[in-house]
């Protein structure tokens, strides 16, 4: 069975401290998805990035970056200088790879709330 | 291109009483979900379509019935409402091919069973 944990349920920084945002997965499949999602205060839910079990390349995007390291099975969100506006409950997800005309279900982990303090 | 939407956004029922949740995209999306989100528990699938004309089951499905109507609709009824089903639902549609994965959500039903 698929399962997603994020062991951190509230982080709370500084504007400008950098914060790493934790989870860790399990899965028997060997192709797999990994998902991160932000919810701001808002309520929508905001698909931010998706990466495959055969890249292991981290992935940088402006202040965001992730680290995927499938020896832990972990795929560690990273926000550098982090803002206000980055204040939202961020979601990891996991996915089985699609096989024709099978399932593509998406487990979530239950979630961490970031809070930016000016 | 109004990517996911869902009707109503905001639902009272009594217990005992039925609905049903509606959404709809707009995008060529195969694949269609409805969740729940309650307060720690993060989402949790209650039932998927990978495709028009096929559903099953997620996480959390007792309670529930879909129905994937056409290939933009995906609805989600509750025949009897139970205070156990108060919950915010998101509906999400998924475009999976090859490298290319894109994915919206809804903007939420915020349902309350009294």
């Known amino acids: 069975a698929q399962k997603v944990t994020q062991a951190q349920t509230e982080i709370s920084v500084v504007e400008k401290e950098d914060v790493t945002l934790d989870c860790v997965y399990e899965?028997?499949?060997?192709?797999?998805?990994l998902f991160w999602y932000k919810q701001p205060p808002s309520g929508e839910l905001v698909f931010l990035i998706r990466r495959n079990s055969f890249d292991e390349q981290n992935e940088i995007s402006g202040r965001y970056s992730w680290n995927f390291q499938k020896s832990t099975s972990s795929f560690n969100f990273t926000i550098t200088a982090s803002q206000v506006v980055d204040s939202a409950v961020y979601f990891c997800a996991l996915s089985e790879a699609m096989i024709q005309g099978g399932s593509e279900k998406l487990v979530f982990g239950k979630g961490t709330k970031l809070t930016v303090n000016p | 291109n109004a990517g996911v939407t869902q009707t109503p956004k905001f639902q009272v029922l009594k217990t005992g009483q039925s609905m049903t949740l509606q959404c709809a995209q707009d995008m060529n999306h195969n694949s269609m979900y409805w969740y729940r989100q309650d307060p720690g528990m993060g989402l949790r699938l209650i039932y998927y379509?990978?495709?028009?004309?096929?559903?099953d089951k997620g996480e959390v499905p007792n309670g529930y019935n879909v129905s994937r109507l056409n290939k933009r609709e995906f609805s989600l009824r509750l025949e009897s409402a139970a205070p156990s089903q108060t919950s915010v639902y998101f509906c999400a549609s998924r475009f999976l091919a090859g490298v290319t994965d894109t994915q919206y959500f809804g903007p939420g039903t915020r349902l309350t069973v009294l």
């Open positions: 899965t028997r499949d060997t192709t797999y998805y």
């Open positions: 379509s990978a495709s028009e004309g096929t559903t």
